[in-house]
């Protein structure tokens, strides 16, 4: 079932399979709470936000579109035409009455679905910053011309974003090439890039593919659109797969693990419990892509694929992916401890 509904998504694609995978799981999501109130202390968001990254012209806006066409409930929208206000909430004046009143913007009125972002290190940095909330409390709150609100933004957010000099590269740090806010980075549970890597058997193949259109998927392969969004919709309404207690040991050393890695290297950088948050919500989606009502070892296992896949693209390991989180190694923090006493000696 999963194979399938990976082939539907974007067949038109050629390639980044891992990158699917991640997208579909956005589309599940994690498991919505019974009492959606937004009243418990105790609630744990469960969109998943996915950010792309790559050169331009293989294949991020195809990607996009995709989930245009396949997502049940989508707004789609580009950073280089879009205002904090469009974004967020705005206040509007009636001309007949005077009074004034809030209006939704983009990520609120996909409430419940998902918000696809083209261009998104082109929106301006309040812009950016005012998707901190929504992503991460999944609520926006507004107080403009004497209105004070609070609006529901449950959406997944998968943007796509251009590197800041034309080219990723690998061995740059990563808040260096992104025109990206470092608190708005931390938010997004996935990060991949794609990069245009200049092979020659590589490029023949694509050529042959894309000329000869040999990649196109097969129907039988695939999931009619309609039957495609009525599961999904099926799945997120009635599907709350929990994790098995083999799985969660899995998801437990994993994160365990890698942090005692980046402690005994001085160049490492631990993960966060953010960052396990993120793995739980993605095995949920994984069990509750299939209907089934256990996530086990082998949804992790496909997860924690699709995660250290992301984490390589961008050039980093489990042992430095807390520079995401712009959290700094213990050679990092040395250095800077004598910078700052240097200049304290020159003052």
Not at 20 to 36: A, V, Y
Not at 78 to 107: C, R, Y
Not at 156 to 168: L, W
Request: with cysteine.
């Amino acid at each position: 079932v999963f194979e399938l509904l990976v082939n539907t998504l974007a067949p038109e694609v050629y390639g980044h399979e891992l990158i699917k995978q991640g997208i579909l799981l956005s589309l599940f999501e994690g498991n919505r709470p019974d009492e959606d109130t937004f009243k418990s202390a105790q609630m744990d968001r469960w969109t998943i936000h996915i950010l792309l990254i790559g050169d331009p012209g293989i294949g991020k806006s195809q990607l996009i579109q995709s989930v245009k066409r396949c997502a049940p409930k989508n707004i789609t929208i580009a950073g280089t035409n879009t205002s904090q206000a469009g974004l967020t909430t705005s206040a509007v004046k009636d001309e007949l009455t005077g009074t004034w009143a809030i209006e939704a913007g983009a990520i609120v009125l996909a409430d419940t679905g998902n918000l696809c972002i083209d261009e998104f290190d082109k929106l301006t940095p309040s812009a950016q910053k005012s998707l901190n909330e929504p992503m991460e409390q999944l609520v926006i709150g507004s107080a403009k011309a004497g209105l004070v609100q609070t609006m529901t933004a449950r959406t997944s957010v998968i943007a796509a974003a251009n590197p800041k000099y034309g080219k990723f590269r690998k061995d740059k740090d990563i808040g260096e090439q992104l025109d990206i806010a470092d608190s708005t980075l931390s938010r997004f549970d996935l990060l991949f890039v794609l990069e245009d890597k200049i092979i020659e058997q590589d490029d023949r193949e694509l050529a042959k593919a894309l000329l000869n259109k040999e990649f196109v998927v097969n129907e039988s392969e695939t999931v009619d659109l309609d039957l495609f969004k009525k599961y999904i919709t099926f799945a997120k309404a009635n599907c709350f797969p929990k994790l098995t207690d083999d799985a969660r040991v899995l998801l437990q050393e994993f994160y365990v693990n890698t942090r005692q890695e980046a402690k005994r290297s001085d160049d490492g950088k631990p993960i966060t419990p953010r960052d396990l948050k993120a793995l739980e919500r993605l095995t949920i989606a994984s069990a509750k892509s299939e209907l089934r009502c256990e996530a086990n070892e082998k949804d992790v296992e496909r997860v924690l694929e699709i995660y250290l896949f992301g984490l390589d693209s961008v050039g980093l390991t489990p042992e430095t992916a807390g520079a995401l989180q712009r959290i700094r190694s213990e050679r990092e923090n040395e250095i800077f401890d004598k910078v700052r006493e240097m200049l304290d000696e020159e003052i």
